[in-house]
């Protein structure tokens, strides 16, 4: 069956980068997502990559694929306070359908 | 932000008693999606609707149901609450052929408490 995980927790010095990893066990994943979640609020899409894309930038944020080792990275620049949150990552085999989600990396930027 | 707005934002209940949460959308997507949120399990999809009318079950759609009489109007129905379906249900939207990635956007969840 389709598997997502993600580490639970990550603490970083506001500046710094912050990278998150996630692990998805599906190899016909199509579609691999990146949602924010700030306290008491929905899920907001942060990004997406598709499986024949290695990797994609936008603003400070840097999504990296491999998928060899079905392994998905959101990298954080010069990250900041607001964007302490949960972080999802989500995966597909059809864009906008079915996702299966990890279980959320609680990311915490200290000043 | 996507037009999507859920009610009620947050209910009590007791256990044994019917409860029906609404997911009301205006941006005349063709699929909807309803998610609970547990600690330690991320999101999981309960129901999901491609159409008036056309439902589907999730992951964990036990003691669930749904139902699609209009577009923009997605409802789940807890027919017997009981205090595992305590949770953050979350609805999602999503449209098809509108872009390369037809990503799900979600509502602002609603909290629901069986006591």
């Known amino acids: 069956g389709e598997d997502v995980e993600q580490s639970l927790f990550l603490s970083v010095r506001e500046g710094d980068s912050s990278v998150i990893n996630c692990t998805y066990t599906?190899?016909?994943?199509?579609?691999l997502y990146w949602y924010k979640q700030e306290p008491g609020a929905g899920l907001q899409l942060l990004t997406y990559?598709?499986?024949?894309?290695d990797m994609k930038q936008d603003q400070r944020l840097t999504v990296l694929l491999n998928k060899k080792d079905k392994h998905l990275s959101l990298r954080i620049a010069d990250t900041q306070t607001g964007d302490s949150a949960i972080y999802f990552c989500?995966?597909?085999?059809?864009?906008?359908?079915?996702?299966?989600f990890g279980g959320g990396t609680r990311l915490m930027v200290k000043p | 932000d996507a037009g999507i707005t859920q009610s009620p934002r947050h209910k009590v209940t007791e256990t044994g008693t019917p409860v029906t949460l609404r997911c009301h959308q205006t941006?005349?997507?063709?699929?909807m999606y309803w998610y609970r949120q547990d600690p330690g399990h991320g999101l999981r999809l309960i129901h999901y609707?491609?159409?008036?009318?056309?439902?589907d079950k999730g992951e964990v759609s036990d003691g669930y149901s749904v139902s699609r009489s209009k577009t923009e109007d997605f409802l789940l129905t807890l027919e017997s609450a009981t205090s595992s379906q305590t949770s953050v249900y979350f609805c999602?939207?999503?449209?098809?052929?509108?872009?390369?990635?037809?990503?799900?956007?979600f509502g602002p969840g609603t909290r629901l408490t069986v006591l």
């Open positions: 990559i598709f499986s024949n894309m």
């Open positions: 941006e005349n997507h063709r699929y």
């Open positions: 609707s491609y159409g008036v009318k056309d439902t």
């Open positions: 989500a995966e597909s085999i059809r864009a906008g359908n079915m996702l299966t």
């Open positions: 599906d190899s016909s994943s199509t579609y």
């Open positions: 999602a939207i999503s449209s098809e052929g509108q872009g390369v990635a037809d990503t799900q956007y």
